[in-house]
């Protein structure tokens, strides 16, 4: 039975467990402390029901205690009872790696309740000097700040949960992330004009000899040559819709033919493709915002009618080797196309025509694929664009996210403002 103790103003609960080996008796306690904002018989109630479930608990070997219980092991059952049921599984799958590589080895020994700011510092301290993958210098500060919201997380369901009194991620200070808009990456519009003809521009390919063998498995030897060859037009359609319609990676992966309205010159964006445990995973977009209609240039609606055609034919080529559904942009047996290669090929066509150019200046930027998608947003802002209908194109869930990514094109902006009433009251003097 368990033993309530008034002491001030919260209630000690406490209850036997048994014994140990050695004939000692085990006891469990726990700290109710009363609703301010209830009543006295409101609270009385709820004490009652915490007591019973307290005991529950200790009765049925459910119950955690921050005191007895390690990081590393609170942080299975949370991964289970919690976060498995209300998260998405791209960010559990997020969450289990930063936890495995980063998180676990250094703080996971530790009791639950012992974890100090101490402790959190220096892991924060380690991730930001040195890295895993042997690249120089640490980890950003968003990706500290991410370490952090995650311990944060769970130690808030730790407290939900009666199991620690406090987070001690209420008492550090993670480092501070640089402003957005500094850290976006973006073709300018000169810079876009020239990617855009690389796209339909003829490039040659050497090749070194080499042994080959062919299909009845007889080896034979080619000796050097050359290619000409054209951006394939699945990747020309790709780059476009990034560029022209702003649209994400995984969005365009996920797109099947179905989404396009040639009629209407529009795509819907209903669903999204990202890496769970080495697997790509089709969904819904995360927020509501991110469903949306785009209108295509009619430009762009031409290639993907090109490119429909080519594959149309592809598929018959192939007959029974075909393994796809309906997605626009593939593997070569028609299956959804890999995740990685769409930036494996933008980094060889700007590479590509950089080791051409012998001009610093006249060089492309090595962007991530990433930066069309802000490329398309700058532009349409540089022309006068309003945020709200860029906001729309983009996905994004409020106007003031796209305003702070893209300050930069808003205060270009207000620069030439300033140059219009100079010329317009020169003009007047």
Not at 89 to 102: M, P, V, W
Not at 212 to 228: A, F, L, N, P
Not at 267 to 277: D, E, G, L, M
Request: charged share 30%; aromatic share 10%.
């Amino acid at each position: 039975m368990a033993s309530v103790r008034k002491r001030g103003n919260n209630y000690q609960i406490t209850v036997s467990n048994g014994r140990d080996s050695q004939g000692k008796q085990l006891i469990e306690t726990a700290t109710f402390t009363p609703d301010s904002n209830k009543t006295a018989k409101q609270n009385q109630k709820a004490l009652e029901k915490f007591v019973f479930e307290f005991e529950e608990k200790v009765k049925s070997g459910k119950y955690l205690n921050g005191e007895k219980i390690t990081f590393k092991d609170f942080t299975e059952i949370w991964l289970s009872d919690y976060a498995e049921k209300q998260l998405e599984s791209t960010t559990i799958s997020t969450y289990k790696y930063l936890l495995d590589a980063h998180i676990i080895p250094v703080i996971g020994h530790l009791k639950l309740s012992k974890l100090q700011p101490r402790h959190l510092n220096k892991l924060y301290d380690k991730l930001a000097s040195e890295r895993k993958d042997g690249r120089d210098g640490g980890y950003s500060p968003k990706t500290i700040r991410h370490v952090h919201n995650i311990i944060s997380g769970i130690y808030t369901t730790a407290m939900k949960w009666n199991i620690v009194m406090e987070n001690p991620c209420e008492r550090v200070s993670p480092p501070k992330m640089a402003r957005t808009c500094d850290k976006i990456k973006y073709f300018s519009l000169e810079q876009a004009e020239v990617f855009l003809g690389l796209l339909d521009r003829e490039y040659t390919s050497s090749y070194k000899a080499h042994d080959r063998i062919d299909d009845t498995g007889k080896q034979y030897h080619v000796c050097d040559y050359t290619e000409t060859r054209k951006v394939p037009t699945q990747f020309r359609l790709f780059f476009l819709l990034a560029l022209f319609c702003g649209m994400r990676r995984g969005e365009l992966i996920a797109l099947e033919w179905s989404d396009i309205d040639f009629q209407k010159n529009s795509i819907s964006i209903t669903k999204s493709t990202a890496n769970v445990n080495g697997k790509p995973v089709t969904k819904s977009p995360k927020t509501k915002s991110s469903v949306r209609l785009i209108s295509v240039p009619k430009s762009v609606m031409e290639v993907a009618r090109e490119y429909r055609k080519e594959q149309l034919e592809y598929r018959l080529s192939l007959g029974t080797q075909w393994e796809g559904e309906n997605h626009i942009f593939i593997q070569w047996n028609g299956k959804q196309m890999h995740l990685d290669t769409p930036y494996n090929t933008f980094k060889k066509i700007i590479r590509r025509y950089n080791e051409q150019v012998t001009a610093p200046d006249k060089k492309l930027p090595e962007i991530p694929l990433h930066g069309l998608r802000h490329t398309s947003a700058t532009l349409l802002i540089s022309q006068n664009m309003d945020p709200r209908t860029v906001s729309n194109r983009l996905g994004h869930a409020q106007t003031s996210t796209t305003m702070d990514i893209y300050s930069h094109a808003l205060k270009r902006m207000d620069e030439k403002a300033a140059d219009v009433f100079d010329d317009l009251f020169s003009r007047k003097a």
